[in-house]
Structure formats: structure tokens, C-alpha cells
């Protein structure tokens, strides 16, 4: 285990992950509430960086002094980032509701066979690059 390779607290900080001694369901309750809560945190993370962005600015690598030469975030930007939302969820609805089987394997569609090995497995497309 990676976690237990840390030096002085490897152990003990496996057995707190883990919830004991060895992986049990106090393990797949942790891991799945952050499972399902990261997404919320890391959006909320998201939320306020770009809040903090607009309300103090950053860096001036322009070098515009003024507010002259600048748009304001709304509703140019809004407009801007709703439009590019607009198109992810039209790709993504299309790609859900008339091709859900476009991305997928086709031994997928192979009736499961507890008693026998697939012939050749691989690993997915992403993978590839690694699979010896």
C-alpha cells in the first residue's frame, strides 16, 4: 500500500483510512462519501477562486491601467461560457440518448461466462499505451 510508506505515520494513518486492520465496509462508506462529496468541494473550490478572481483581480500582463479597456464579465463573459455550456451538454446529451454504445467495447455484448476466460483481454483505449 503507497499510504503505509510514509515514513513514522505510514501505518497508523493506513489503519485510520481503512477504518481497522484490513479493508471492511467502514472503508467503502469513507470512500464513497468522498466519492460523492469531492466533486461538491472541489466545485465549491472553483466557485470562490473565480469569485476572489473577479472581485480582487490577478496579475496585469496586459498592462491595461484603466477599466476604460476592459469588458465587464457580464454579460459578455456569462454569455460567453453559457453558450460553451450549452454546446458540452447538446454533445453530451446526443452522445447519451442516440449513441450510447459509440464509445463502448464491443465485447461488452458478449453473454457472461463464469466459467470461462474471454480469449484476449485488454485493457481500455487509455490504458493501451501501458499494457505490456
Not at 484490513?22 to 470562490?48: D, E, G, Q
Not at 452522445?95 to 480469449?119: E, K, R
Amino acid at each position: 500500500n503507497l499510504l503505509s510508506a510514509i515514513p513514522w505515520i505510514g501505518t497508523d494513518f493506513v489503519q485510520f483510512v481503512w477504518g481497522g486492520f484490513s479493508v471492511n465496509n467502514a472503508t467503502l462508506n469513507r470512500f464513497f462519501s468522498l466519492h460523492y462529496l469531492l466533486p461538491f468541494i472541489l466545485a465549491a473550490l472553483a466557485a470562490m477562486h473565480l469569485l476572489a478572481l473577479h472581485e480582487h483581480g490577478s496579475s496585469n500582463p496586459l498592462g491595461i491601467s484603466g477599466n476604460t479597456d476592459r469588458l465587464p464579465f457580464h454579460p459578455y463573459f456569462v454569455f460567453k461560457d453559457l453558450v460553451t455550456v450549452f454546446l458540452f451538454l447538446l454533445v453530451l446529451g446526443v452522445m447519451v440518448f442516440y449513441a450510447p454504445n459509440y464509445l463502448g467495447h464491443s465485447d461488452n455484448y458478449i453473454p457472461a461466462n463464469p466459467m470461462q476466460t474471454p480469449a484476449s483481454i485488454v485493457p481500455e483505449w487509455y490504458l493501451l499505451p501501458f499494457y505490456a
